[in-house]
């Protein structure tokens, strides 16, 4: 570019300041802002296709696959188990095994918790807090939240009491527990197997009732939740059931786990 200047008149003494071509570094930076500011409104209008990105309704949305992941997933269970149960019948049919090795076999599904079980059983129910709680008892400060649901940790201390107390099956909701069963908690909903649950949260156990219930009593673990029974109102509730038939566990048994690299 040429560095002259033009002059400012004829009277002039001095050439004026140096005017340069083109557009000046804050302009380039101005031009660039309103770019990526266009660009981001044409994304946000592209990904809402004219809807309330920050609506509650996406919340629904996504509440409902999960409603619908778990409700396919208890059709493939029991799809799975009905065709168990066909090819266990046809392999029966004339496989060249003596009944002491058919008795045995028949002891081992047992007790992996695919076959039916009976005998007497009680139930035990938990349940989350009224929302509107406070405490009952006195030098007991008002409930957080976390104090009125159900946790994780109460679920796994009431079944793991019970099999303490010599349960021989146990089911939770309308699943059987087997060996690789994993009660887990996100949030306020049970994940079980693939499916997912909310409360009130109902164990069903088959065994000696009085033992099971003793086992539930001297649990410290469940000690702690009654507690918060007592005070904010948790469920609890155990009964029992006379004869009941718990179902055979309708999932996968395969195994899965992590191999290392080369």
């Not at 081992?108 to 008892?137: C, F, M, S």
């Not at 156990?205 to 009593?217: E, R, S, T, W």
Request: net charge neutral; proline share 5%.
């Amino acid at each position: 570019m040429s560095n002259s200047a033009d002059s400012q008149g004829t009277g002039s003494t001095g050439a004026g300041p140096t005017r340069k071509n083109g557009f000046r570094p804050v302009r380039i930076l101005t031009v660039g802002v309103f770019a990526l500011a266009g660009l981001l409104f044409f994304t946000s209008f592209n990904t809402a296709k004219g809807t309330d990105i920050r609506s509650d309704d996406n919340l629904l949305k996504l509440s409902d696959l999960i409603q619908e992941h778990s409700r396919k997933n208890k059709e493939l269970d029991e799809s799975n188990a009905s065709s168990r149960d066909q090819n266990e019948k046809l392999a029966k049919r004339d496989d060249g095994s003596t009944k002491a090795q058919d008795d045995q076999l028949s002891g081992l599904e047992k007790d992996a918790g695919t076959q039916k079980l009976t005998g007497r059983a009680i139930t035990v129910t938990l349940n989350d807090a009224p929302p509107n709680a406070t405490a009952k008892l006195p030098g007991y400060p008002e409930p957080q939240p976390d104090y009125l649901v159900i946790h994780q940790q109460d679920l796994q201390a009431v079944v793991n009491a019970l099999w303490q107390g010599g349960a021989t099956g146990i089911k939770v909701m309308d699943q059987r527990l087997i060996s690789t069963s994993a009660v887990r908690c996100v949030g306020n909903t049970l994940i079980l197997q693939g499916r997912v649950y909310s409360p009130p949260y109902k164990i069903q156990a088959v065994g000696d009732p009085a033992k099971m219930q003793k086992a539930l009593a001297d649990s410290e673990a469940i000690q702690n939740y009654m507690v918060y029974v007592n005070v904010y109102g948790l469920g609890w509730k155990v009964t029992e059931d006379g004869t009941v038939t718990l179902p055979g566990y309708s999932g996968t048994v395969d195994l899965h786990y992590a191999k290392p690299v080369g």
